[in-house]
């Protein structure tokens, strides 16, 4: 660790090597993945498909900026249109998460020339400077990311937004499908519905934070889409290249662009959108979404045979299991002694699971035992 800059704790684990839900270490250990690395993995570890589409794409061309033609940039855009239910809108391809929402807020504000945000309590947007700033966690704001405008109102409060909006400032609301780091809460459809209906009649762009929510793990391709609502602009990263880095920003046909708007060197590469094409197309041939939602179904059934957890929260398989105490010494013992990766959330009573969208229900039975496990030797 000298020479690392010491900013992650970490367990004392190397993982060497994985398939689907499965992760080994160096010592040859096998774990159960319940947690993707923050939610990143979609199909599953080194599926074929992904193997096969990098291993080749490489073989071919890794890399070139967009200053040519990219027409795998081009089908990925079509193919990310088509199966998200967006299909006039277009396309703008980064490398992470806090970009995608860094270009979606500058992208508001280039749209109505206004500058100040409306994000919501316990929100987490990214490490950027405007991502950071519309992140509600004051400890990793610096001086230097404090100056944007921001309001955070209470999440379900639209009588909230309506008095920042009324102030005639507001460029844009940002709002996570439903949220991560802080802690599953999730707005409910009427609320999404006004929401979506207010901004539409003030001119305040909406901004779908859909990073960790999206790309089906609440068992629609996109978490609001259970409210039947369509966001301005929605923001992915994490499940879309199952771990090779790529994000990105889908953006309404209201949005005018022009060349140099937005920009970036190594968004949208060969590689990242081979990576990116061979996620979508096993989504729909392994039927994943439909996988969330039995998945879920068997998890919720089987879950009630612990009396410990108080609620779950979240949907689909990005969910958030509730207990009466603070879960850092049960996470523990779930890694170090069933071997099972878990995560936890800005809540501490809140063990976050974000499995693989492709796991089975051996792999919840497994998850269950070692949960139960874990409960009794604590
Ligand atoms: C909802 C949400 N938005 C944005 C981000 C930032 O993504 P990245 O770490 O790829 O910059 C995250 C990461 O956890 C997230 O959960």
Known sequence: MK??????????????????????????????????GHGVIS?????????????????????????????????FATKLAQTSGYDDYTVFLCNSGAEANENALKLASFHNGKSKVIAFNKAFHGRTSASVAVTDNKKIVAPINANHQVVFVPLNDIEAVKAEIANGDITAVIIEGIQGVGGLDQG????????????????????????????????????????QIKADIISMAK?????????????????????????????????????????????????????????????????VEIPEIKEVKGRGLMLGVAFDFEIANLRKKLILEESIFTGSASQNNLLRVLPPLSITKEDIDFFINGLKNALTSL
């Open 3 to 36: 020479n690392l800059f010491d900013v992650y704790p970490v367990y004392d684990i190397a993982p060497e090597k994985a398939f689907m839900a499965k992760v080994w270490d160096n010592n040859g250990k096998e774990y159960l993945d319940f947690y993707g």
């Open 43 to 75: 199909i599953g570890h080194t599926h074929p498909n992904y193997v096969k589409a990098i291993t080749e794409q490489v073989n071919k061309i890794g890399f070139y900026s967009n200053s040519i033609i990219n027409p795998i940039q081009e089908e």
């Open 188 to 227: 409910t459809t009427t609320f999404f519905q006004e929401l979506r209906n207010l901004c539409t009649q003030e001119g305040v762009v909406l901004i779908l934070d859909e990073i960790q929510s999206g790309y089906g793990r609440s068992g629609k391709f996109f978490a609001h889409q259970h409210h």
């Open 239 to 303: 499940g879309m290249g199952n771990g090779f880095p790529i994000g990105g920003i889908l953006i309404s046909p209201e949005f005018k662009a022009s060349y140099g708007l937005l920009g970036t060197t190594f968004g949208g590469n060969h590689l990242a959108c081979a990576a990116a094409i061979s996620v979508l197309d096993t989504m729909v041939a392994d039927q994943l979404i439909e996988n969330v939602n039995s998945i879920n179904a068997y998890f919720m059934e089987r879950i």
